[in-house]
């Protein structure tokens, strides 16, 4: 036992782990420059900790908002899958593949295995990358969101989903599908929308292009039944003041629309506007009128149902019920630009970025 712990201990002392630290406060949409890259020696392996190397990480929208609590040089926030290569913790074996929200933008970390979760759900033939998309968070929050913030959900209703093409967008829109609705979907370019078109969308246009409340008026002259709305903003105020159905359900996702905007200046602030954007409409009056259902929602509530959505989602992509797409960038030292990337739409998919040090 002595001699497995010194090898263990050997092997940690020679780990090292390229790290993302965030350096600057976002100004609007986030730089290169707002992270710095730097080296750092992993501490010896301890009894009851556990040696990860990276696989895949995730870059998400809601990174853009919970950095802002963040100490200035503390590393990067985010989920990822790893690898456990060492182990002196029992409930972890050399070999297990492990998903995290805390590892951040790390290459290797140790860990007390506290916050890991071991990834045993994925179906065969699927990439371990999928376990941050479609079979992950982004998964389970279009399950959520969809199914229990929406219900109850019939065969027949109309669903409209804005941000379709991303992480989230695309599961909720197939998920409907699968349930029997009609699927109105919205992405921000002709390649997106007609991505949106292969996987069963009946209805997909690009918002860039299109005037939305005549595009609605036209394919769902009756109106909407349930909402997802990743998106906020002009979009949203459009939907909930013209195109609701009474009773409507509406699940807030994200505001994706609010995320980047610059902080207001001290004399805005003076005047009441606090983050650079116009003031919207007033939507009491709708809601009530049309008894609508508004929920905003966290994913988390629902984690001691994580298995219902593993189950039900990995089900559904063996069946070919549920078709995925990831936009994978390549190399631990372009998470910065991937996840700038992300915020201004470049992806199709889930986007997540290969360690190749691995």
Known sequence: ????ANTFCKVCQMAKARVFNLVKRFSGYPTEDDFQLV????????????????????????????????????????GAVARIVESRNASFQKGDLVYSFSIGWRTAFVS???DLTKVTHLPPDVPESLALGTLGMPGHTAYFGLLDVCKPLKAGETVLVNGSAGAVGNVVGQIAKIKGCTVIGFAGSDPKVEYLKSIGFDHAFNYKTVDLHQTLTQVAPNGIDAFFDNVGGEFADTVLLH????????????????????????????????????????LQGVILAKQLRVEGFLVQRFSDRNDEANTALAQWVQ????????????????????????LKGENIGKAVVKNTDV
């Open 1 to 4: 036992l002595r001699a497995n």
């Open 39 to 78: 080296e750092e020696k992993l501490k010896p392996l301890q009894d009851g900790e556990v040696l990860g190397k990276t696989l895949y990480l995730s870059v998400d929208p809601y990174m853009r908002i919970y950095v802002k609590n963040m100490p200035l040089g503390s590393p990067m926030i985010g």
């Open 319 to 342: 069946e070919g019920k549920l078709k995925w797409k990831e936009h994978v960038t390549e190399g631990f030292e372009n998470m910065p630009k991937a996840f700038i990337g992300m």
């Open 112 to 114: 007390d295995g506290k």
């Open 243 to 282: 195109h609701m159905k009474t009773f409507g359900r509406v699940s807030i996702c994200g505001c994706i629309s609010q995320y980047n905007l610059k902080p207001a200046s001290e004399a805005e602030v003076s005047k009441g506007i606090f983050d650079a954007q116009t003031q919207g409409p007033h």
